[in-house]
């Protein structure tokens, strides 16, 4: 009688919540961890919201692609995400069999979640190398404001072409390095060249306040926590702590999918008739692409 | 507790991911081509910010419910995850989008 009312109020039985004790803190932990994560994508959305003018868009930002020439914007982020939905795909299969007792296609499937996961931390590291050597460059002026330099048809041209002309030169620097001087040289030899803001609006300089707002300017090439090529600073610094942090997570995923998959191989799980800890890893699997499922959605298309 | 049982079979699995992937494919397409016509300005943001962010959340409430498994625990598994996440985030939200914008009186 009393054992029953016990069971309706927590529906669980002697196992409150009818869930295992590591499942539940796992559940918890991941309750906090997307508090985090929330609080780190508002604090973007409001520093950008105070800044969303001189903000720059991210189809100009990431353009990149492995392999392929131009401007390839989101392309490259797409990519990404569908490994890590793949990937997650791959961690539900391996909890299915794993609810089975099937011990070899739990492997398999948490082998390919490895292989997913360590994709997608090297597609992130290329990505973080393209955005710290940069792309065009820009100039930053006196005020700290970040210009771009852009022809008056309003297409924006790297320092290779301004440098170099645009016959010789490259659509992107090429880690190539100019100095302040001969690029405000070129600038101020041709006639055709004024500095554009990098964010939605555009709106560029005359030629006037252009020559003008070259005096104490610096070129910058590439971003990092003091400098950033593709506007506004605090762009930067959000996009290496998010993603970093975020990045992070899937290291650690992958390094805990690795200690699981080891455990799978010894046959640990079969000793203890549950798989369990396949399951616990794969919530925190699944946690990691919800965050990017945000990231992605907040830095890339909004 | 037949509601609390999982489905059977690895079809399920499948078919959320097409689902995933095609609202995945429509974002990045929207992302790249942004009609003009979506451009247009509602509740303070673009229409088609504003579809990203609806296609984002069914995309977070498929992960958690099937993905996660969570569509099957029990009543208080739910609300214990549920609850706090679902107010906090929007308590969160609605702060710095309402109070946040005293930032412009600066």
């Given amino acids: ?302 | 507790m037949s509601d609390h049982e999982s489905p059977q079979g690895t079809a399920w699995i499948w078919k959320i991911f097409w689902l995933l992937l095609v609202i995945t494919t429509v974002e990045v397409v929207l992302g790249i081509i942004k009609p003009e016509i979506l451009l247009t300005s509602l509740a303070g943001t673009s229409i088609l910010n504003l579809i990203f962010i609806g296609l984002t959340l069914v995309k977070a409430a498929y992960i958690v419910q099937y993905f996660m498994h969570l569509k099957y625990e029990v009543t208080s598994l739910k609300y214990a995850i549920y609850l706090p996440v679902l107010i906090l985030i929007p308590y969160l939200t609605f702060i710095l989008i309402f109070e946040g914008q005293a930032i412009f009186e600066f």
């Fill in chain 1, 1 to 302: 009688m009393s054992k029953n009312k016990i069971a309706s109020a927590w529906s669980g039985g002697n196992e409150p919540m009818n869930s295992e004790y590591g499942k539940m803190m796992m559940w918890f932990f991941l309750i906090s961890d997307a508090l985090t994560f929330s609080g780190f994508l508002t604090a973007y959305a409001f520093v950008r919201f105070r800044f969303e003018t001189q903000w720059p868009v991210a189809e100009d930002v990431f353009t990149h692609f492995p392999g392929l020439k131009g401007d390839q914007p989101l392309l490259y982020v797409a990519f990404m995400t569908f490994v890590l939905i793949m990937s997650s795909v791959t961690m539900v299969l391996a909890v299915n069999a794993g609810h089975q007792l099937k011990r070899n296609v739990t492997a398999w499937w948490m082998v390919a979640t490895i292989i997913g996961g360590g994709i997608f931390v090297s597609s992130q590291a290329w990505e973080w190398y393209h955005f710290i050597i940069g792309d065009k460059g820009a100039i930053e002026l006196s005020t700290s404001e970040v210009m771009k330099v852009a022809n008056r048809d309003g297409n924006v041209l790297s320092l290779s072409q301004i440098v170099q002309g645009m016959d010789k030169g490259h659509s992107a620097n090429h880690e190539l390095l100019f100095s302040d001087e001969e690029v405000f040289e070129s600038i101020r030899a041709n006639n055709n060249l004024v500095l554009q803001s990098p964010g939605k609006d555009h709106t560029p300089f005359n030629r006037e306040a252009t020559i003008k707002a070259l005096d104490g300017a610096h070129v910058i090439q590439g971003a990092n926590m003091y400098h950033n090529e593709y506007g506004k600073q605090q762009f930067a610094n959000f996009f290496f702590f998010i993603t970093g942090f975020h990045g992070f997570h899937v290291f650690s995923g992958v390094v805990l999918n690795i200690m699981v998959f080891y455990n799978v191989m010894l046959g640990t799980y079969d000793r203890r008739k549950t798989y369990g800890m396949v399951e616990k890893v794969g919530l925190y699997w699944h946690f990691v692409d919800l965050v990017w499922v945000f990231v992605f959605t907040f830095f890339y298309l909004v």
